[in-house]
């Protein structure tokens, strides 16, 4: 399920004797330099003084499978300083004289990482490495590896990554970011300066910031964004605050509105209409030649004809509000972010997959791939279609149209000629000629096995894949589950509402995602 709020459920310790209770027992020192380090156990540390020596440590071998995952941890304490930067290292391979380091200068601290065996026999050497002659005390305790269980989304590079990020339930409407931190090169300042963090905010922190501006009536604070809505209503809002006495300053776009900051916190807002696709909000010295200061706080832009509750935004990936539940999710760009799981295998057999996501680019390009199994053995897709289409390849495509790009919880419940897609909770297409499909080797999240336009550019708030029929309770509890994680529970659960037409006499109860109760 992709979820790890509880952590990452491990297997038992493969290290023998990691925390040198019994001296070193278990662990073979050597020597691929040169040199006569001296080990020993102080207070249930593995001490080692290298005494002029290089290429030194000490190994241990366990038993691994290739292709899976474990997580590997230590402490190190370096004692006495060292006549050389590059020292302490871990290193881990098939072979006590074969091995890739993870790294090459560990500082004092814990440090962990994520390996992925390579063989059924996996060595780990703490190994120092340096020129000749090398001089130095260091410890190491509480060495650990463990195996990841289950099967985990990877990306093969940093590089390439979704990131993780954090919304409002609902979804963002504010279209700003460093929505308190106008000090940010975010915000153009003209002709003004801003101190950070000079008054307490309405939330009774410590976020209000001063705009001061100049006698200039140009004097303002500012940002431009392209592309934005065109026309459409907007609002901009935002909270201020005089030091003393009433300033006047005008805040808006094309048109302004004059407003007056009293001693007291007030939210103003300006509406209007946006013709260009850009917005470019700004709170401005009033245009009377008189230099003054405010506090502001909380700036939003949303296209709504009023302000609605505001949404605090620190960039695009950490958006929070007030009072309103969060979700978490995965964002990808649609370029080349993408994920993979490895060594998933079932049978040819019936299909249960259900994803809590939001797509940008469904309406562009070819099929964006929220599900390839092993490079079209079977695909769960959404398209290109004008109106949008979301639909599966068995060996052909089958596909429906619907709005692809909203935030949705997408259920597919594939069984030998009976296929079902859901939307929200509701059954929306079914299909009498499905094939089912092995998995085998590599299943593909977001992205396509191959290079191409089959990036999903959007979130991911929850994936599940199961390779079994699926009772209509177990789909039932699982997009309940999944609608929780997006963030969607009253449309996929449904709020009922009772619709009374007594002229025509008819009297129709239903759940808020469209299904008659």
């Known amino acids: ?76 304490d370096i004692v006495t300083a060292f006549n050389y930067s590059q020292l302490i290292g871990a290193f881990i391979g098939t072979g006590a004289g074969s091995t890739q380091s993870l790294n090459a200068n560990f500082s004092s601290g814990s440090h962990s990482f994520i390996i992925q065996a390579t063989s059924s026999t996996t060595h780990l050497r703490i190994r120092s490495v340096s020129g000749s002659n090398t001089q130095g005390v260091y410890t190491v305790d509480n060495i650990s590896v463990k195996e990841i269980q289950g099967s985990h989304a990877t990306q093969p590079t940093s590089t390439k990554r979704p990131i993780y990020a954090r919304h409002p339930e609902g979804g963002i409407r504010n279209l700003l970011n460093y929505t308190e931190q106008f000090d940010n090169g975010y915000w153009n300042k003209l002709a003004s300066t801003v101190n950070p963090n000079a008054g307490i905010a309405p939330d009774g922190t410590q976020t209000a910031d001063r705009l001061n ?45 004059t407003v007056t900051a009293t001693t007291e916190w007030q939210r103003f807002t300006h509406s209007y209409n946006d013709p260009d696709g850009y917005i470019y909000p700004r709170i401005e010295n009033s245009d009377d030649g008189v230099a003054r200061s405010v506090l502001a706080w909380g700036a939003q832009v949303e296209e709504a004809t009023e302000a609605s509750n505001y949404q605090k935004v620190v960039n695009r990936h950490d958006v929070t509000e007030s009072g309103v539940g969060e979700v978490y999710y995965l964002k990808f760009d649609g370029t080349d972010d993408g994920m993979l799981i490895n060594n998933l295998t079932s049978p040819s057999t019936p299909l249960t997959a259900l994803f809590g996501y939001s797509a940008t680019n469904a309406e562009s390009g070819t099929y964006k791939l929220l599900l390839d199994i092993q490079t079209f053995r079977t695909i769960l897709a959404i398209s290109t279609d004008v109106t949008g289409q979301i639909g599966y390849y068995d060996g052909a495509w089958s596909s429906f149209n619907a709005d692809a790009n909203a935030i949705k919880v997408l259920t597919y419940d594939l069984v030998e000629d009976d296929a079902k897609i859901r939307i929200d909770g509701t059954q929306e ?7 089912q499909q092995a998995i085998i080797g590599s299943v593909h999240l977001f992205s396509g096995a191959i290079a191409g336009d089959f990036y999903v550019a959007g979130n991911m708030y929850q994936t599940i894949l199961r390779a079994a029929e699926s009772t209509d309770e177990e789909i039932a509890k699982a997009e309940t589950y999944v609608a929780n994680k997006t963030g969607l529970k009253a449309q996929v659960d449904g709020i009922a509402t009772l619709d009374l037409n007594f002229g025509a006499n008819t009297y129709t109860a239903k759940n808020s995602n469209g299904g008659v109760i």
Do not use: C, H
């Open 1 to 76: 399920m992709l979820d790890k709020s509880k952590g990452l459920a491990q297997g038992p310790e493969l290290v023998t004797n990691g925390t040198f209770d019994t001296n070193y027992v278990g662990w073979t020192p050597f020597s691929i330099g040169s040199g006569s380090p001296t080990y020993t156990v102080d207070n249930q540390k593995l001490k080692v003084n290298l005494n002029g020596s290089y290429d030194v440590g000490i190994d241990q071998s366990f038993s691994t499978v290739a292709g899976r995952y474990y997580s590997f941890s230590l402490d190190v």
């Open 213 to 257: 501006f100049t006698t200039s009536s140009s004097s303002r604070v500012e940002v431009t964004i392209f592309p934005s809505p065109t026309n459409v209503p907007m609002v901009m809002s935002i909270w201020l605050k005089s030091e003393s006495g009433n300033q006047t300053v005008q805040i808006g776009e094309q048109t302004k509105s």
């Open 429 to 435: 297409y079914s299909d009498t000629t499905y094939d």
